[in-house]
């Protein structure tokens, strides 16, 4: 189309630069040169003013594809990231039907998600689902090692890769699932199609070419108008041509000098004439719409000035707000820290050393040390899934529950027992898990007895390191499950230290992990130190580590020792 209009345009041209040379008066001359010219700068502004249209319209179109690309890579990578953390606790827990009917839900519920994929390091599928234009197919518990490419290994960070399925742009979003010890357990992929917003941007494309075609033909319209108007007004043009335009030059110099009181003196009545009171209304509107443009100025300077008290008063309801949010996560932290032991430096022969750091205000770590009727020291600590409020209100929950049997229970894993049924009897609705540890210090006897429930294995110092590993999946997935304890004969000089996972899973800039390794090396350092001292030396040694780096997890450190051995 517009090939169609520069044709006509350039016929149109034709015309006139030919009626100008076989013109046979100066009116005819003046009239041609005159729409020559106009029609001249129309055709440019008009090329120029569809070509930057369409240019602006296709780039603006290109780019809200590359942001919609982007958004839906993003939405992908979150939703697969929550998805992976999530998986690793209920893959923990081999709830591997609850991980299917989550998959499951989560495709149903989004149209942009095509499918979804668990799979182990060996690329078995635990889960294997697609979503069809029949509906939802399942494949689950399938080999697909000869269908997965090798790089998979090579993975270790949620990446995405770009594929076609079924006549369909596909994004997967990839990302590894690492257990303890950042052990890869294996993958989980989610597949999102990209039809829908290619559907949108298609669409778009076509009313964009739809809205060209519209100015072209109104640009043909008006051109067309104008010349006909302007060949119709031929017959009034003036014999007297200079003098009129001699006047009218003076008046536009003084004009253009900026005198815009400035007015040309009609004298007459000739197309010179009409030039000459155009340009007095020109200058009359010019002079007018600068009057209106100091109003208009006025005008906005005004509402910029509303607009600015609007903006700072609700700048100062968001601090307020904020000033009454930071209130109450202080009375949070008051009551969280009631709900923990009072602080305590030794029982009976024992020093107590407890270094309790929580990510934000409020945290998911509990712990209680209390002293049995028998006279064993009990040790409880506890690590609930999630950060901030929500993990702090569980710390609740554990706690409510631990008190019921901590006092009337004899083993740790007949209490752990226990504390895993009320809480799936009583919050079964709440998805509520935790890793949790309960060790018992017989000093009479000089023995340890603990059982530990999906916590990390924590250590017994003595002529050398004492692993304590996990004994039990974590509290509140499987109800009735029995859990191991163990019995390990110690000495006056044995030290004890447990903690939560928060302490070995922090990461630096490089988002390198702290880790077990780095712990072991400073407990080897200083094993002739006390407790407290050791402990201390690992906390620095990790906050130098992760530098300017935020915690990403409550840490609690808890170190016990016989007071005979010991140094601090």
């Excluded at 809205?211 to 640009?219: E, F, R, S």
């Excluded at 100025?297 to 600015?308: D, H, I, K, P, S």
């Excluded at 895993?420 to 890793?435: A, E, G, I, Q, W």
């Excluded at 044995?494 to 630096?508: A, I, S, V």
Aim: hydrophobic share 40%; aromatic share 8%.
């Amino acid at each position: 189309m517009k090939k169609l209009y520069t044709s006509i345009l350039k016929k149109i041209t034709t015309w006139l630069e030919h009626f100008i040379q076989k013109g046979d008066n100066i009116r005819k001359k003046i009239l041609s040169t005159f729409l020559l010219l106009i029609i001249s700068i129309i055709a440019l502004i008009s090329i120029i003013n569809i070509t930057t249209l369409n240019v602006v319209l296709l780039d603006e179109l290109d780019h809200k594809e590359r942001i919609m690309k982007k958004d839906l890579i993003v939405k992908g990578t979150t939703l697969t990231r929550s998805m992976a953390i999530f998986s690793r606790n209920a893959i923990a827990g081999s709830a591997f039907s609850f991980l299917d009917d989550l998959i499951t839900d989560t495709i149903k519920n989004d149209k942009e998600i095509f499918s979804g994929i668990l799979m182990n390091d060996k690329f078995f599928a635990m889960v294997n689902i697609q979503k069809t234009k029949d509906g939802i197919i399942k494949n689950n518990m399938v080999d697909l090692s000869n269908k997965i490419s090798t790089k998979f290994q090579t993975i270790n960070t949620i990446t995405n890769f770009e594929s076609r399925k079924n006549n369909e742009n596909i994004i997967e979003i990839i990302s590894p699932i690492y257990m303890l010890e950042q052990q890869k357990w294996g993958y989980l992929i989610l597949g999102l199609t990209t039809k829908y917003y290619e559907a949108e941007i298609a669409k778009e494309k076509n009313n964009t070419k739809t809205t060209i075609l519209t100015i072209i033909i109104v640009n043909i319209g008006l051109l067309i108008l104008f010349i006909l108007i302007s060949i119709g007004g031929s017959s009034f043009i003036s014999k007297q041509i200079t003098y009129p335009i001699d006047e009218l030059t003076k008046s536009v110099k003084k004009f253009g000098k900026r005198n815009l009181s400035e007015r040309t003196k009609v004298v007459s009545k000739d197309e010179v004439g009409i030039l000459a009171s155009n340009f007095n209304n020109m200058a009359e509107a010019i002079n007018i719409y600068s009057d209106k443009m100091e109003s208009l100025v006025e005008v906005r300077t005004g509402e910029l000035n509303n607009a600015y008290k609007e903006l700072n008063q609700t700048y100062e309801k968001l601090i307020e707000k904020d000033d009454i949010i930071f209130k109450d996560l202080l009375v949070s932290k008051r009551i969280q820290e009631n709900i923990l032991p009072d602080e305590i430096d030794r029982l009976d022969d024992c020093k107590i050393c407890v270094r309790y750091h929580p990510m934000t205000e409020v945290g998911g770590d509990f712990y209680d040390i209390f002293k049995l009727p028998s006279g064993i020291i009990r040790i409880f600590l506890a690590d609930a899934t999630g950060h901030g409020v929500q993990a702090a209100l569980v710390t609740m929950l554990i706690k409510s529950e631990f008190d019921k049997v901590k006092m009337s229970i004899d083993k740790p894993n007949k209490l752990l027992e226990e504390l895993n049924n009320s809480f799936l009897t009583n919050y079964k609705s709440l998805t509520v898990f935790f890793s949790c540890i309960v060790l018992d210090i017989d000093l009479k006897n000089q023995r340890i007895q603990y059982c530990s429930a999906g916590h990390p294995t924590q250590f017994l110092i003595s002529s050398s390191i004492i692993n304590l590993p996990s004994l039990g999946k974590l509290i509140g997935i499987i109800e009735d499950i029995e859990y191991k304890m163990i019995k390990i004969e110690c000495t006056a000089t044995d030290k004890l230290m447990l903690f939560t996972d928060g302490l070995t899973e922090q990461f630096n800039k490089n988002n390198e992990e702290f880790g077990e390794e780095r712990i072991i090396k400073i407990i080897n350092e200083k094993s002739n130190e006390s407790i407290c001292t050791i402990i201390d030396s690992i906390i620095n040694d990790m906050n130098a580590f992760i530098s300017d780096s935020e915690k990403n997890d409550d840490v609690t450190v808890i170190g016990i020792e016989h007071l005979n051995d010991n140094k601090a």
